[in-house]
């Protein structure tokens, strides 16, 4: 490719193929599933390749990769740089438990973001009072976060607040 560097977009693409390839267990497994070269993937990968994956294959790539924090990658990356949040959806049992479970992350998410917001306007960070694009970013990260708590919780909540289907 070259000296040029790839655009921000396209290398946060790339990285995020990298880390849905490592959660689906690694190139050879990814070569199994989509029928591409170990190579062609690790072109993928790299932030330094103009190369990128096809749709049919993130997809298959992300959908056998392990759910670890970022699942599913490729969608997450692609969904952001479109100003989007990707969030999976719980089971849509109303348990207590769930619902238990959805609450203490909906109060954790709403304390990263306050603190985020916080320390960046405290005085005590990069740049003094004024909130500098990495802490921006920061805190944008943590309101994905909670965006994506928020829409688990309520999902679970409207299941459970909708009446019963009638039987066929």
């Known amino acids: 490719m070259g000296d040029?560097?790839?655009?921000?977009?396209?290398r946060r693409l790339a990285e995020a193929t990298k880390r849905a390839v490592q959660a689906a267990g690694g190139g050879k497994v990814c070569e199994d599933e989509t029928g591409l070269s170990d190579t062609r993937i690790s072109c993928f990968?790299?932030?330094?390749?103009r190369a990128s994956i096809s749709i049919r294959?993130?997809?298959r790539i992300d959908a056998i990769g392990a759910r670890e924090d970022g699942h599913p990658h490729i969608l997450n990356a692609m969904a952001s740089l479109l100003g989007a949040v990707v969030i999976m959806l719980p089971e849509r049992d109303g348990a207590e438990p769930c619902l238990r479970t959805g609450v203490m992350a909906l109060s954790i998410e709403v304390g990263d973001v306050s603190r985020a917001v916080s320390d960046a306007l405290a005085g005590?960070?990069?740049?003094?009072?004024?909130?500098?694009?990495?802490e921006a970013q920061a805190a944008?990260?943590?309101?994905?976060?909670?965006?994506?708590?928020?829409?688990?919780?309520?999902?679970?909540?409207?299941?459970?607040?909708?009446p019963p289907e009638a039987p066929p």
């Open 124 to 134: 005590t960070g990069e740049d003094g009072t004024k909130v500098t694009p990495r």
């Open 4 to 10: 040029a560097q790839l655009p921000v977009a396209e």
């Open 45 to 49: 990968c790299s932030k330094n390749d």
């Open 140 to 162: 944008l990260d943590h309101i994905a976060d909670l965006e994506r708590a928020t829409a688990k919780l309520r999902y679970q909540l409207e299941h459970i607040g909708s």
């Open 57 to 59: 294959n993130a997809v």
